[in-house]
């Protein structure tokens, strides 16, 4: 959309996204490559109960839901995080952290999902896994930078699609749990390692549900956003919870934990034992799902790039938005970045990395909103979290506890380069710093050198 400024022709978001395609936006991106990819690590770690890893983390996932919900209709722009922690804390610098830590872990779900698009993509029709990556950021870019109304459209033909093979799972597990009488056979809470087990594939699998944040990121593209996004986020949540945790029944159901924890396309297997030939379908749906899903974190990390630049905490070229309605510039580094990314390792590895960034920010998240519900109470919110306490709001604390506490499931490794990560973040931040402080000063040396011609000219006069 063209906009007149100062005499320049300049170029702002495009509003195109109701609450249909909002909700759409938020399945599409929470069912993806975590379902389709990650179900058998799940299942090597859980065992049976791998559905109850599902429900911790949809709970989890909830708790955080409503505090994005809350906060996404008080401050309904680009960069979420950072908005919301710079409202709540006051510290540019703690805020930039927070979003910088979204950024990288946007990125690296976008070579870890990328991954998982190219293992069923081999599995089908072979070929080498980085370059088929590789080609499929590349095109999900362009379709990134061609709009927002475009890229919707694909969301939306892709979701459909994967939503029905997760439902044809949930029915194929109805017919065979019935036919032979699986609960009568089958320990559904029984895991290796009891509740230890549980908590750390919870861990893993939550990669599932990363997205539903990541609408608010797009708020500035949403009609009516304070009241839209905050739907769409929990309806979507919703949807996706219920459908993880059944297609977690119907795969133990089927094909057992143990076999799922060594198939390279789970759910793909889970359909062959049932149907024949149906390990080719399910393996189609799945390169829907996972590219829809690459499409989508890439149009929400680009967006975040954006959202920084225009909050002035990185070069405004980042904040460029060209002809197609769309920050290009911010659209190209992504899609660079999220290529460079398949150098980093396997999709377990890189779920876990992106899972400890999603932890960190959820728990300033949360914090933010119980700090904001007593900085700025008379602020206007077109959703308030349920289940207050006065003013304290126990979703959010609930949400905070349940952050903190699954820090301890990770692994010294994972911790080492989230923190490598947010040393990162921080160095950039000093950097910007300093340039703008050189920046400032410059201006206020040009203004002195200005001031004084003017006073020797007076002079002369």
């Known amino acids: ?67 994005y919900a809350e906060l996404s209709s008080m401050y309904p722009k680009e960069a979420a995080e950072y908005v919301y922690t710079k409202h709540a804390f006051r510290k540019n610098s703690l805020a930039f952290i927070v979003q910088w830590v979204m950024l990288f872990t946007g990125i690296v779900s976008v070579t870890a999902v990328a991954l998982g698009f190219a293992g069923y993509w081999s599995f089908l029709f072979g070929g080498q896994i980085a370059l088929i990556a590789f080609l499929l950021i590349a095109v999900m870019s362009l379709i990134n930078y061609f709009g927002i109304s475009e890229s919707a459209k694909y969301n939306d033909i892709s979701t ?170 911010s659209v190209i580094t992504v899609g660079i970045f999220a290529a460079l990314g ?20 959820y728990i300033f998240v949360n914090l933010s909103v119980i700090i904001l519900r007593y900085r700025e109470p008379g602020m206007k919110r077109a959703f308030k979290a349920p289940l207050n306490i006065g003013r304290f709001p126990m979703l959010a604390f609930l949400g905070l506890a349940a952050n903190l506490g699954l820090l301890y499931y990770f692994d010294l490794r994972t911790f080492i380069s989230g923190i490598l990560l947010s040393l990162a973040g921080f160095v950039i931040y000093l950097i910007l710093c300093k340039k703008a402080a050189k920046g400032a000063e410059l201006k206020v040396h040009n203004h002195k050198a200005r001031f004084h011609r003017n006073i020797v000219l007076k002079n002369k006069l």
Not at 185 to 208: E, Q, R
């Open 342 to 361: 398949l150098l980093l390792g396997s999709i377990k590895s890189l779920a876990h990395l992106v899972d400890l960034g999603i932890f960190v920010v």
């Open 1 to 67: 959309m063209l906009r007149q400024s100062d005499g320049i022709a300049k170029y702002k978001l495009k509003r195109g996204i109701g609450l249909f395609e909002a909700t759409l936006y938020g399945i599409g991106i929470i069912l993806g490559a975590g379902i389709y990819a990650l179900i058998g690590v799940g299942a090597g770690i859980a065992g049976n109960a791998l559905w109850l890893s599902f429900l911790i983390g949809a709970a989890i996932a909830a708790f955080t839901g409503f505090s």
């Open 160 to 329: 459909i699609i994967e939503t029905c093979g997760l439902l044809a799972i949930i029915g194929l597990g109805i017919y065979y749990i019935t036919r032979y009488d699986i609960f009568a056979s089958v320990n559904f809470l029984s895991s290796p390692t009891g509740i230890t087990g549980i908590l750390t594939a919870t861990t893993v699998v939550y990669f599932a549900f990363i997205g539903f944040e990541n609408l608010v990121n797009i708020s500035e593209e949403a009609k009516n956003a304070r009241k839209v996004i905050p739907k769409a986020l929990l309806i979507s949540l919703a949807i996706s919870a219920l459908i993880y945790v059944l297609v977690s029944v119907a795969a133990v159901a089927i094909l057992g934990a143990d076999a799922l924890s060594h198939s390279k396309a789970p759910l793909a297997e889970v359909a062959e034992k049932i149907v024949p030939g149906g390990s080719y379908v399910l393996s189609l749906i799945a390169l829907f799902a996972t590219s829809n899903t690459v499409l989508i974190l890439l149009i929400v990390s680009s967006r975040l790039l954006y959202g920084l630049a225009s909050n002035k905490m990185l070069p405004a070229l980042f904040a460029h938005v060209g002809t197609r309605g769309t920050p290009f510039i």
